[in-house]
């Protein structure tokens, strides 16, 4: 299981103690270390290497990196890396696996790695069943609508030639409407 899947997150400084947590739990259930992107300026940090790898988003050669940084707010920023680091990660990985800083492991990911070998994609969907009428806005399927179908929190990729036109298309969109403007039709990554 070691060496055929790899797992990544992506965050600020501000965020870093969460993503340090996330790493932990990543370690106690599967003996490997989680990748953590970081962006906020370069700077000298602790040593984490006995539960994470962690790379500078300016150290890796991002296409158009400044002029994304510029356009979007934090969020935005780090959610529109998400597709083109997994794609930069199949170079390398089988498959990979996307954990939000704020995520804690609780369990084996077993699961997660082998089912895929069976799906190229693996989503959360918000719902699985359509929501009833009066229930709020923002659990209604019209959240649904104005924050997408899936929760982008997570999500994991096989290197299939599907999954990387998904995360090539996805990653397109990214670059260029990655916003948190629902009142456009837009949420981020998670609206694509």
């Known amino acids: 299981m070691k060496n055929n899947f790899t797992s990544f997150t992506v965050c600020n400084i501000a965020y870093l103690h969460k993503a340090l947590a996330l790493a932990e739990?990543?370690?106690k259930y599967t003996s490997c270390k989680i990748n953590i992107y970081l962006f906020d300026g370069k700077r000298e940090l602790p040593d984490f290497s006995d539960i994470a790898n962690i790379y500078w988003i300016e150290d890796l050669d991002i296409p158009n990196v400044n002029q994304l940084a510029f356009k979007y707010d934090i969020t935005e920023f780090s959610t529109s890396l998400?597709?083109?680091l997994a794609l930069k990660l199949l170079n390398e990985y089988k498959k990979v696996i996307f954990f939000?800083?704020?995520i804690l492991i609780y369990n084996s990911i077993d699961y997660i790695v082998n089912?895929?070998?069976k799906e190229d994609i693996v989503l959360t969907p918000h719902y699985t069943t359509p929501q009833e009428?009066?229930?709020e806005l923002n659990?209604?399927?019209v959240g649904?609508?104005?924050f997408g179908s899936f929760n982008l929190g997570f999500f994991a990729v096989r290197k299939t030639d599907e999954s990387i036109r998904f995360l090539k298309w996805w990653n397109e969109r990214c670059q260029d409407l990655c916003f948190f403007e629902t009142?456009?039709?837009l949420s981020t990554d998670q609206k694509w």
């Open 183 to 185: 009142q456009f039709g």
């Open 115 to 117: 089912l895929l070998d």
């Open 144 to 146: 649904m609508m104005r």
């Open 133 to 135: 009428r009066g229930v």
């Open 139 to 141: 659990q209604s399927d």
């Open 100 to 102: 939000d800083p704020d």
């Open 25 to 27: 739990s990543f370690n």
């Open 82 to 84: 998400k597709p083109y």
